[in-house]
Every structure is written in C-alpha cells, then in structure tokens.
Nanobody, 129 residues
Framework: QVQLAESGGGLVQAGGSLRLSCAPS?????????MGWFRQAPGKEREFVAA????????SYADSVKGRFAISRDSAKNMVYLQMNSLKPEDTAVYYC?????????????????????WGQGTQVTVSS
C-alpha cells in the first residue's frame, strides 16, 4: 500500500506563488512511480494539472498552467513538487497528487486520472483577487 501526503497549500493573492509537496510512503524502496497533480474546484470535475515520469525525463502540463507551473521530483528525498507561479483566482481548488506504478516500469507523464493507482487526500489552494 502507498500513502501520499500533500502539503504547501494555502491562501495567496493573485499573482503570487505557492509550492506544493507530495511525499509518497509505504514503498519507499521503489522509486519507479510516475506522479501527477490534479485539482478539483467546487462544483467541477477533477482535472489534470501536471505529471512527471519516474525518471524525471518526461513532463506534461495542462494548457491552463503551461508557463506558470512546474513539476519536479527529488528522488533522493522521495519528494515531488508543484511550483505554482502567477496564480490566478481560477486556480483555486483542492490539489491532489497521484502515483502510478506502471507495468513494465514504463516512464510516462499521463494526464489520465484512470492511469493512477494511489491518491492523496488533497491540499486546498485559494487564490484571492
């Protein structure tokens, strides 16, 4: 079993920055997991934000965050980050990190929620105008 713990959410003014962190545990010796960030705003469906392969060599982003958000991982610390800059009120949502343990250890950065096996509890990000 894998547990994912998000942190770093909070209240920020438009134009500000936040860095979200995700700490996987439970399979600490296994680093071959692709990671994704998703978000869900009130009354809306969960949507893809960004993803990174287990190798760190492949990333993908939703069009709405390209150029503003950056996903990264530190394998030595077993952490995944989402740096969010130039935040907008429409970025307000609960942000979830997700982990995929791919068959065949395929490194990929999937935007499909159904590809991920484990999910965190989420962290609230609120951007005021």
């Amino acid at each position: 079993q894998v547990q994912l713990a998000e942190s770093g959410g909070g209240l920020v003014q438009a134009g500000g920055s936040l860095r979200l962190s995700c700490a996987p545990s439970g399979r600490a010796s296994d680093t071959y997991y692709n990671m994704g960030w998703f978000r869900q705003a009130p009354g809306k469906e969960r949507e893809f934000v960004a993803a990174i392969s287990w190798s760190g060599g492949t990333t993908s982003y939703a069009d709405s965050v390209k150029g503003r958000f950056a996903i990264s991982r530190d394998s030595a610390k077993n952490m995944v980050y989402l740096q969010m800059n130039s935040l907008k009120p429409e970025d307000t949502a609960v942000y979830y990190c997700a982990a995929e343990f791919p068959e065949g250890l395929v490194p990929r950065a999937s935007s499909m929620a159904s590809d991920y096996n484990y999910w965190g509890q989420g962290t609230q990000v609120t951007v005021s105008s």
